[in-house]
């Protein structure tokens, strides 16, 4: 893989054992503004979701983390944006964004987008302390409460579960290397973050041009 080192601490080990979390590693993206037949692509995959079944199961693992959320005393982003998406459809951001939001809403689990390059050496799931500290995006100041899951590299915290990604790590025009990641949570399985983290390099394969450089789920 071409991931950097990826390990789970002792403390999440021991907090939420045999929870999963994944990665996915995408090289050499493209973001053009209108990809042909990306639309055509939304409405299928958009369909699909749609299934009685397929959107109660889906339904059912955001209820999940909502109930995770609220155990920390923070709202859920994920019932609001399939409430949108199931009346609206697919939002219209950038490629790599809507392939975020296609992951997310098919397979019904929480998923970061980033810029692979903007990480500062190896990066470690862990358990937050109380009171610690995280430039969340638009320069938005996260305080961790004790027990929080979060995503560090080498030299600070780059992703709070219940709050969000950070400012650094956020893609933008000039990203060319993706890297997407999929929290699970209690309840929620792997082959769940599995499924999200293939459609959304799938997406960036078809209409980025990447590289996909595999999935990895711990």
């Given at each position: 893989?071409?991931?950097?080192?990826?390990?789970?601490?002792?403390?999440?080990e021991?907090?939420?054992?045999?929870?999963?979390?994944?990665?996915?590693?995408?090289?050499?993206?493209?973001?053009?503004?209108?990809?042909?037949?990306?639309?055509?692509?939304?409405?299928?995959?958009?369909?699909?979701m749609?299934?009685?079944e397929?959107?109660?199961?889906?339904?059912?693992?955001?209820?999940?983390?909502?109930?995770?959320?609220?155990?920390?005393?923070?709202?859920?982003p994920?019932?609001?944006?399939?409430?949108?998406?199931?009346?609206?459809?697919f939002?219209?951001?950038?490629?790599?964004?809507?392939a975020?939001?296609?992951?997310?809403?098919?397979?019904?689990?929480?998923?970061?987008?980033?810029d692979?390059?903007?990480?500062?050496?190896?990066?470690?799931?862990?358990?937050?302390?109380?009171?610690?500290i995280?430039?969340?995006?638009?320069?938005?100041?996260?305080?961790?409460?004790?027990?929080?899951?979060?995503?560090?590299?080498?030299?600070?915290?780059?992703?709070?579960?219940?709050?969000g990604?950070d400012?650094?790590?956020?893609?933008?025009?000039?990203?060319?290397?993706?890297?997407?990641?999929?929290?699970?949570?209690?309840?929620?399985?792997?082959?769940?973050?599995?499924?999200?983290?293939?459609?959304?390099?799938?997406?960036?394969?078809?209409?980025?041009?990447?590289?996909?450089?595999?999935?990895?789920?711990?």
């Amino acid at each position: 893989m071409a991931f950097r080192n990826f390990k789970k601490s002792e403390d999440y080990e021991r907090r939420y054992p045999g929870t999963a979390f994944g990665l996915t590693l995408i090289t050499g993206c493209q973001t053009p503004l209108n990809p042909p037949g990306f639309d055509q692509y939304k409405r299928k995959v958009l369909r699909k979701m749609r299934k009685r079944e397929t959107l109660a199961e889906i339904s059912h693992r955001i209820g999940t983390y909502d109930l995770f959320f609220d155990d920390f005393g923070f709202p859920c982003p994920l019932p609001k944006h399939l409430k949108r998406t199931i009346h609206s459809g697919f939002p219209r951001y950038n490629l790599m964004v809507d392939a975020h939001f296609m992951a997310e809403m098919c397979a019904g689990i929480l998923v970061a987008v980033t810029d692979f390059d903007c990480f500062d050496g190896d990066l470690i799931l862990d358990v937050a302390r109380e009171g610690e500290i995280c430039n969340g995006m638009g320069g938005r100041e996260m305080t961790t409460k004790k027990g929080e899951i979060v995503l560090r590299d080498g030299k600070e915290i780059v992703c709070v579960l219940c709050q969000g990604a950070d400012e650094k790590t956020r893609v933008r025009e000039e990203t060319r290397n993706v890297l997407f990641y999929a929290y699970g949570i209690p309840g929620i399985e792997a082959s769940h973050i599995q499924h999200g983290l293939g459609i959304a390099a799938e997406t960036m394969k078809e209409f980025g041009g990447g590289i996909p450089e595999g999935i990895e789920v711990y």
